[in-house]
């Protein structure tokens, strides 16, 4: 991943950059972070880069004409078509979808702003994503670049270790994380919960996932109302369920199963609510069970529902019943097994953004 960061105060970039895990990835050439000093691209003589407002009012507005060629430089190194995020209070909030979205990218250029701000036609003309990194004002755009290349880079292959790495984190599927706890088993008559020291693997997950709940309700309220309880379904051969139950780990690290190819199931059905997210995958080879079509008894109430066909140019047969039967066909994933499987975080992150916009 490489970064181009556009501001008045490189020094600032630099050295925050270059210690500890982004440092290290740097020295280990996994991300590269490119400064870009917009002074350098000024008109002025005095090598200015701001004015006064037009409209009177305090404060000074960075000019549009040095701003664009220090993007345009940028942007040669790049190529065009690379996203330009300008940083500022009026963007949308820096969330962890959009941290991964982000780190899907090859490069970034993200445009730091200062003063009371820049010309509102130089952003028109070239800035693709307004991101904020909180409801609060800073002095310049260089601390919020920063957090987003810090978050971005965490998702870099090999900018953390194993140790340090993560499949999932604290609000990647909108919760919490449980609390942690590390040696001494008691410290000032505070003792690690038992349970984690039971070796229970199964207790554990239970345990982790009740203290994330209850941690997310106390803490984060308005979470825990946009997180969706996902359930896998598939119904066929043994790829479609691998492929289905990796897209339901990539969207939900405490998501569950449901295997359509046992009879049983498929006569109990399920009902799924409104805040479920029912990924369901059925492969295309697989023939009807004499029961009937596997997800007849699956009902929703406008549930959101995906639909992961692994056959190129086709769409699944589920999708028209499945909306009878209260559901909302949120997205349909279809094409080859391998692009499916090679892609899955990609649908994953795809699949939260639409619950974002639910
Ligand atoms: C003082 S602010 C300008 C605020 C501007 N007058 C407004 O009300 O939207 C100067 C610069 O800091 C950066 N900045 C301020 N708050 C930020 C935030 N919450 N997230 C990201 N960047 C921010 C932006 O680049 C902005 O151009």
Redo the contacts with the bound molecule.
């Keep these: 991943m490489n970064y181009y960061v556009l501001t008045l105060f490189p020094e600032m970039i630099r050295q925050a950059a270059g210690t500890s895990i982004l440092g290290r990835a740097i020295r280990g050439g996994r991300i590269q972070v490119h400064t870009v000093n917009i002074r350098d691209y000024s008109v002025n003589k005095h090598m200015r880069v701001d004015d006064y407002p037009y409209g009177g009012g305090a ?1 000074m507005v ?1 000019e549009a004409e040095p701003v664009c060629r220090a993007i345009e430089a940028a942007e040669r190194e790049t190529g065009q078509g690379t996203r330009v995020v ?6 949308k909030v820096l969330n962890q979808t959009v941290v991964e979205e982000l780190a899907g990218e090859e490069n970034l250029i993200l ?8 010309d509102e036609r130089v952003l028109e003309e070239k800035v693709t994503d307004y ?11 260089e ?2 670049a920063l957090v987003l290349i810090d978050a971005v880079s965490r998702f870099v292959p090999g900018v953390l270790s194993n140790e340090e790495s993560a499949q999932f984190e604290s609000l990647q599927d909108n919760l919490l994380e449980y609390p942690h706890y590390t040696r001494p088993e008691e410290w000032r008559r505070k003792k690690v919960p038992e349970v984690l020291l039971s070796g229970d693997h199964r207790r554990i997950e239970e345990w982790r996932r009740e203290k994330s709940l209850e941690r997310t309700r106390e803490r984060r309220p308005d979470l825990l109302e946009r997180s969706f309880q996902v359930t896998g379904g598939w119904f066929g051969g043994e790829n479609c369920g691998v492929l289905v139950r990796s897209l339901t780990d990539a969207v939900s690290r405490y998501g569950s199963c449901l295997d359509l190819n046992r009879k049983k199931i498929r006569r109990q059905g399920r009902v799924f609510g409104e805040r479920e997210l029912l990924i369901l995958g059925l492969d295309p080879e697989a023939e009807t069970p004499e029961d009937g079509r596997p997800w007849r008894n699956l009902r929703g109430r406008g549930t959101p529902l995906v639909l992961v066909f692994p056959k190129a140019g086709q769409e699944p047969p589920a999708a028209e019943e499945m909306e009878k039967q209260g559901f909302r066909v949120l997205t349909v994933f279809s094409g080859s097994l391998q692009k499916l499987s090679e892609e899955t975080r990609e649908y994953a992150i795809q699949i939260r953004k639409n619950l974002e916009n639910l």
Excluded: A, F, N
């Design positions: 404060g960075m300008y940083l500022t209070p009026q963007g445009l730091c702003g200062h003063y009371e701000g820049i991101i904020s990194i909180g409801d609060y004002v800073l002095t310049g755009g601390l919020g």
